[in-house]
């Protein structure tokens, strides 16, 4: 009675006090004198010390037959304990069970990936999940900070829409109705009418695409966060999305210390992300880099890239890369021709080091109402169902820009993990819709 109830993260305030705490069992070593309590209380793992001779016969038996996930309000005393990732430990003073548990499918022990994703609900409470969910929160955490601080507002964009920016193979089809819908597969045609509306403004939620793929890099629900700005060329654009990118990174160095060790992720390497600005080549030169290199003997200007290029072009900087002005055939009908050549446009790809691949898409748009309507055609899309999309153009065009960063993408990258799967609460992948 009368105890703080705290969390096991606040533990430096709590030093040599007495406090409660709401916690389950993760694992436990146990003799006949004390017991080695292995908790979790959702905002990290700790140690808890069970000694017999303080706590008596009755509770230390419970204590020593407690099984794995029950739930528990401990108290005790906070201690300093420098052999633990975590740095404290408590001093168990007294234990009440909450909530008892059945035997728990996943054990400290090895398991296999299919049977982790079958379990994923059980899953997040391990600790790479919990680690990667920590730093998902504070990359979307930092993304509302930075966004804000420089002047943006968030204009949500609808996730049921009636036509499709990006052509139709990967497009989750929908009965709305008497009518059909599409999941959106990204925001940007709607931030686009933001930014003419509110100057500078950002989306963030999620996207769907039918990937028919197995690759390490693609879900098929995905979050997106899509940036929108009138009045700004494409330089201006690629000088936001660097600053963006090292934010989110030394965010990440500076909030998720103790996550990042529980991953193994050395801070070392990520502060070599945060040195501004990044290297910048353009489409052209990549090509010849990769036909260079020896080990793309079929590259032919036109390609686009795919894993195997992407990397390769990342290995030779040593922080993230932007690729400049794309050929059109590869890149969308929205995007606003090269002034002095016809065969690119102005766009950027922001490809992340260590193998992760393209992070940020982005590009200057078309502003110009008759060469929008043309490329609209030539694209083989319906004009009408963007009727609306051309108002933009017909109503004071201005020059504007944008991209789209995705959230997996850049958490894969930052935490060092081999698979976007584990950078999503509850993966959707080709052959997985559960749970
Ligand atoms: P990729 O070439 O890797 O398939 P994309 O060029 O099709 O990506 P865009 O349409 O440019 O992707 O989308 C913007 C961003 O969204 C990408 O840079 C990437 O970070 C992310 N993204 C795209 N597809 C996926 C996906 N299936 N799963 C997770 N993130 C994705
Ligand atoms: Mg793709
Ligand atoms: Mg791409
Ligand atoms: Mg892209």
Same mark, same amino acid.
């Given at each position: 009675i009368g105890l703080k109830k705290i969390?096991?993260?606040?533990a430096k305030d709590y030093v040599d006090q007495e406090v409660e705490i709401g916690a389950w069992l993760t694992d436990k070593r146990s003799s006949g004198k004390i017991s080695f309590l292995q908790l979790r209380d959702g905002t990290a793992f700790f140690q808890g010390v069970a000694v017999k001779s303080q706590l008596g016969d009755d509770l230390y038996e419970l204590i020593r037959h407690l099984r794995q996930e029950t739930s528990m309000i401990i108290t005790g005393v906070i201690h300093e304990d420098t %052999?633990?990732?975590? /740095?404290f430990e408590i001093e168990v003073s007294g234990l009440k069970v909450v909530g008892e548990s059945e035997d728990y499918p996943i054990t400290p022990k090895e398991h296999g990936i299919d049977f982790l994703l079958d379990h994923r609900h059980l899953w997040l409470r391990s600790t790479k999940p919990h680690a990667m969910m920590v730093i998902r929160n504070e990359i979307i955490r930092a993304t509302y900070v930075f966004f804000n601080k420089e002047g943006y507002i968030k204009i949500d964009a609808p996730i049921l829409t009636g036509s499709a920016p990006e052509g139709t193979t990967e497009l989750f089809k929908t009965k709305y109705f008497d009518k059909e819908a599409y999941l959106s597969q990204s925001g940007q045609l709607y931030e686009e009418a933001g930014a003419l509306a509110f100057d500078k403004v950002f989306s963030f939620g999620p996207t769907f695409r039918a990937e028919k793929s197995k690759t390490r %890099?693609?879900?098929i629900e995905f979050w997106m966060i899509e940036p929108e700005m009138a009045f700004m060329h494409q330089e201006e654009s690629l000088e936001v999305q660097e600053r963006y990118v090292a934010f989110l990174v030394q965010s990440v160095l500076d909030n998720c210390e103790y996550e990042l060790s529980l991953l193994g992720r050395d801070p070392e390497i990520l502060k070599k992300y945060t040195k501004l600005p990044y290297p910048k080549i353009s489409y052209d030169k990549a090509i010849e880099m990769l036909q260079e290199s020896g080990d793309f003997p079929e590259i032919q200007w036109g390609a686009d890239f795919g894993s195997p290029e992407e990397t390769y072009l990342a290995e030779q900087f040593d922080q993230p890369v932007f690729i400049l002005n794309y050929p059109k055939a590869i890149k969308p009908f929205y995007m606003k021709p090269h002034p002095t050549r016809d065969d690119v446009y102005i766009c950027a790809d922001l490809l992340a080091p #260590? /193998?992760? /691949? #393209?992070i940020i898409g982005g590009s200057e748009r078309e502003d110009d109402f008759d060469k929008l309507e043309a490329a609209i055609k030539a694209a083989g899309l319906d004009p009408e169902a963007y009727d609306w999309y051309l108002d933009l153009r017909r109503y004071g065009s201005v020059p504007h820009s944008g991209f789209g960063l995705g959230l997996e993408r850049a958490i894969t990258w930052i935490t060092g993990e081999s698979h976007i799967r584990e950078a999503i609460p509850f993966p959707r992948l080709l052959n997985r819709l559960n749970p």
């Open positions: 969390n096991i993260i606040d %052999r633990s990732h975590f /740095g %890099r693609h879900l #260590e /193998g992760y /691949g #393209e």
